[in-house]
């Protein structure tokens, strides 16, 4: 059995037309999903599945914190979640996900949710994320200011470039006016 075998959701089981699966993430799910922004954390997901007309809504509502890299220091740091999706899949002839509507296939009806589940984690983080003024890691931040003053110094090549042209190119210049 596959680690990720309990995110399985089995369409073709649901009774009654609404299911509800609730997920426990911890560091282990990050590790196997395998995602490069999220590395780990703890979140709830409470999932609930409900079928209309042959479209199966799935509802995702996941609170939890998870671990991040800072943009400034690259330090982990924490992310709070607090989120909910609706991902609508459909049964089909063979597994599709582009478009608005998942299409699962009908003689494999057991949809696995991990990716899923991991996208919208992705998702909600913001763009930016940095910790808060004075909670970076020190040595780093230390580094990236040598390196910005570094960078600062003038160049030395004298500063007369920009105007001044090469007598060669101004020959040829004449040349292919004529
Ligand atoms: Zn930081």
Request: aromatic share 8%.
């Amino acid at each position: 059995m596959d680690a990720l075998d309990k995110y399985k959701v089995d369409l073709k089981d649901l009774q009654a037309g609404v299911a509800t699966y609730r997920f426990e993430l911890d560091d282990a799910f990050f590790e196997l999903v395998g995602g490069t922004l999220v590395k780990g954390g703890h979140a709830d997901v409470m999932l609930s599945v409900e079928e209309k007309g042959g479209i199966y809504a799935l509802t995702f509502h996941i609170r939890g914190v998870v671990r991040v890299p800072c943009d400034r220091c690259l330090d982990d740091m924490d992310v709070a979640v607090d989120t909910e999706n609706v991902l609508n899949v459909k049964m089909g002839t063979e597994y599709s996900d582009e478009g608005d509507v998942v299409v699962v296939p009908e003689d494999d009806p057991a949809f696995n949710v991990a990716w899923n589940i991991y996208e919208f984690i992705a998702l909600s983080v913001p763009v930016a994320h940095v910790h808060e003024e004075g909670k970076c890691n020190a040595v780093m931040m230390e580094m990236l200011a040598a390196h910005l003053v570094t960078s600062e110094e003038p160049d030395d090549t004298g500063g007369e470039k920009a105007e001044v042209t090469d007598p060669r190119w101004d020959k040829l210049k004449e040349i292919t006016n004529n």
